[in-house]
C-alpha cells in the first residue's frame, strides 16, 4: 500500500521543493519505488532540482486534460532504481487541477509506488487543498522567523479545518548562531513549539551544500558524507511516527 506525502508551505522560500526532492531521494535510496509530483504550475522547480529540466515532454496538465496517459508524463530519474518524476506545466493558462482529477491520479500511480511525494503549490488554492486532501500525512516547512511561523500555523488550522489530521512540521533554514537560543530577530526552537500546535519532526540547519545542490541537480542527501543525510533519515523517522500515531516518538527542543 504507497503512502502519499503532501509537502507545503504557507509562502514560498521556505524550502518546500528542496525537501520534496531530498524526501523522494531518500526513499528510492532506500530501495523504495517512489513517485514525486510537482503541483506548482507555472513555476515548477522539482525537474531542476533533479537535474531532469532538458527531459520533461509531457506534464501533469497534459495528463488531467487526457492528452497523455499518466504513464508518458513520468519521467524517470536514471541514478535510482526507481524514482520518477511527474512535473508540473510551465503554462498557467491549463486547467485547474481539482480534488477529483488528484485522485484519479493517485489511484492510477498508487499500485506501482511505495511512495508518492507531492509538492504543492503555496498559499491555499484549490490545487493545493485537493493535494493535501488525498494525502496520508502532510508536511509544513517553515523558517526560523516569526513571519513564517504564522504562516505555518495558519496553515496548520487550515488543514485542521479540512480534516488533514496526520500534520507535522519542519523547520528549515536554522541558523547554528540562533539554533539554541532566541535573539531579538530570531525566534529559538522553544518559542517556535510555543507558538505552534502540530508536532515538529525536525530541523535542518543553513547549509551551502543543500543551496549548491539545488542548483546542480544533484540532492544534498546524495553527499553520504556528513550530516545531511542522517537528518534527514532521522525526520522521516519521526513523520513516520505521526502517520502511525505514535506522536510520544517525536522529538521536541530540550532547551539546552
Not at 148 to 158: G, H, K, N, Q
Request: net charge negative.
Amino acid at each position: 500500500m504507497s503512502v502519499t506525502i503532501a509537502v507545503t508551505s504557507g509562502k514560498g522560500g521556505t524550502g518546500k521543493t528542496m525537501f520534496s526532492v531530498n524526501l523522494a531521494a531518500l526513499l528510492a535510496m532506500n530501495e523504495s519505488r517512489v513517485l514525486i509530483i510537482d503541483l506548482n504550475t507555472g513555476l515548477r522547480n522539482v525537474d531542476i532540482c533533479l537535474g531532469m529540466e532538458n527531459q520533461v515532454i509531457y506534464d501533469l496538465s497534459d495528463v488531467v486534460n487526457g492528452l497523455c496517459p499518466v504513464d508518458r508524463a513520468m519521467i524517470r530519474d536514471d541514478r535510482f532504481d526507481c524514482l520518477y518524476l511527474i512535473s508540473a506545466s510551465q503554462d498557467v493558462s491549463k486547467a485547474e487541477i481539482g480534488y477529483s482529477d488528484i485522485v484519479k491520479l493517485l489511484g492510477q500511480v498508487a499500485p506501482d509506488f511505495d511512495f508518492i511525494v507531492i509538492d504543492t503549490p503555496p498559499g491555499m488554492g484549490s490545487d493545493w487543498k485537493a493535494a493535501v486532501k488525498s494525502s496520508d500525512l502532510t508536511v509544513v516547512m517553515l523558517t526560523q522567523e516569526l513571519a513564517s511561523v504564522r504562516d505555518a500555523d495558519s496553515v496548520d488550522y487550515m488543514l485542521e479545518k479540512l480534516g488533514v489530521k496526520k500534520r507535522c512540521a519542519v523547520i528549515n533554514r536554522l541558523r547554528r548562531e540562533n539554533y539554541g537560543k532566541g535573539e531579538s530577530c530570531f525566534p529559538s526552537l522553544n518559542e517556535i513549539f510555543s507558538m505552534l500546535h502540530m508536532q515538529v519532526a525536525g530541523g535542518i540547519i543553513e547549509d551551502s551544500n543543500i543551496h549548491l545542490s539545488m542548483n546542480s541537480g544533484v540532492p544534498v542527501v546524495c553527499m553520504k558524507e556528513g550530516y545531511v543525510l542522517g537528518n534527514f533519515k532521522r525526520i522521516f523517522m519521526r513523520m513516520l511516527s505521526v502517520l502511525h500515531g505514535d506522536e510520544e516518538s517525536v522529538q521536541q527542543p530540550s532547551g539546552k
